[in-house]
């Protein structure tokens, strides 16, 4: 059973990156999805969540209109589109998938089951 992220890099303020989570071992069709990240000496906060069932996307402030949640259910794999980037956007971004079914359970990131290893966005001119 494993997580894992992909799609990380550098890319300059307004620009956009698209990462991947892919799942093997177990079917992402039942788990909610989580993206979280953390930056350098700050604590991992949480960034969007997609509902078990695929129904509902969930983000933090400072992504609204900017990110967007996505599965692949033929692919087994979960997206975060990130557009417009932001110099307070970098950080190492990771992947969880859990089987929870409340909005204060996919915005915390103690109930979620497994996570991916995480991948760098650094954002900067």
């Known amino acids: 059973v494993q997580l894992q992220a992909s799609g990380g890099g550098l890319v300059q303020p307004g620009g956009s990156l698209k990462l991947s989570c892919a799942a093997s071992?177990?079917?992402?069709?039942?788990?909610?999805i989580g993206w979280f990240r953390q930056a350098p000496g700050k604590e991992r906060e949480f960034v969007a969540a997609?509902?078990?069932?695929?129904?509902?996307?969930y983000y933090t402030d400072s992504v609204k209109g900017r990110f967007t949640i996505s599965r692949d259910s033929a692919k087994n794999t979960v997206y975060l589109q990130m557009n417009r980037l932001k110099p307070e956007d970098t950080a190492v971004y990771y992947c969880?998938?859990?089987?929870?079914?409340?909005?204060?359970?996919?915005?915390?990131?103690?109930?979620?089951?497994?996570w991916g290893r995480g991948t760098q966005v650094t954002v900067s001119s």
């Open positions: 997609l509902s078990w069932n695929g129904d509902s996307t």
């Open positions: 071992g177990f079917r992402l069709d039942n788990y909610a």
């Open positions: 969880a998938a859990g089987l929870l079914a409340h909005y204060s359970d996919y915005v915390s990131d103690r109930g979620y089951d497994y």
